[in-house]
């Protein structure tokens, strides 16, 4: 079984642009959550999503957003990046809400 | 403010030996526990999960958890050089809430 894929892997971005990070879950995983992971904070909860619906939220402006679709490949979406924004943006997939699976994550710099 | 709190390390073993590496959580709320291993440019791998008191064993692995305590733990015998990572917790209520994770070095 394939696991999570993550799309696209390296991005560099300029300052005040936007991004969309791309993820394909597990097949048959219907949740889908979104981390932020920086050396300073760790690995944060950005978001999750159950069958297209966000189901939790964490603590980040509302320039970031996401989304998921009918056959549960999700999108996240930075918007007016900052260079605080630079970090590995990981994916985790999981068949009920526990037991997550990461994907490689995308490495996202914003210069 | 639902934390979960590790010891950063580095924590570092002989070649043959048990790592112990340990976890708090705040939320009592918190239904499930989970171990990840991350090697140094590498997402998060799934080692263990536990959702009831006591000892759960897995090959060289075992996690422990006492809700009372709101504490979890893992050991890890025979370590290996290859074991050598950062071990994060996370615990699970309403949505995942990780540690900071503790490196764990294992020397040859």
């Known amino acids: 079984k394939a696991g999570v894929t993550q799309t696209p892997r390296y991005l560099i971005k300029t300052r005040g642009q936007q991004v969309t990070l791309s993820c394909s879950p597990i097949s048959g995983h219907r949740s889908v959550s979104w981390y932020q992971q920086t050396p300073g904070q760790g690995l944060q909860f950005l978001f999750e999503?159950?069958?297209?619906?966000?189901?939790n939220k964490g603590n980040f402006p509302g320039r970031f957003s996401g989304r998921q679709f009918s056959n549960s490949r999700s999108e996240m979406n930075v918007s007016t990046l900052e260079l605080g924004d630079s970090a590995l943006y990981l994916c985790?997939?999981?068949?009920?809400?526990?037991?997550?699976?990461f994907g490689p994550g995308t490495r996202l710099t914003v210069t | 403010q639902k934390e979960v709190e590790q010891n950063s390390g580095p924590l570092s073993v002989p070649e043959g030996a048990i790592a112990s590496l340990n976890c708090t959580y705040s939320?009592?709320?918190?239904?499930?526990f989970f171990w990840y291993r991350q090697y140094s440019g590498k997402s998060p791998e799934l080692i263990m999960f536990?959702?009831?008191?006591g000892d759960k064993e897995d090959g060289r692995f075992t996690a422990q958890l006492n809700k009372a305590s709101q504490y979890v733990s893992l050991l890890i015998r025979d370590s290996q050089p290859s074991d050598s990572a950062t071990y994060l917790c996370a615990a699970y209520g309403q949505n995942f809430v990780f540690g900071p994770g503790t490196r764990l070095s294992v020397l040859p």
């Open positions: 536990i959702y009831s008191n």
């Open positions: 999503y159950f069958s297209e619906t966000q189901r």
């Open positions: 939320d009592r709320g918190s239904q499930s």
């Open positions: 985790a997939s999981s068949l009920e809400l526990d037991e997550q699976y």
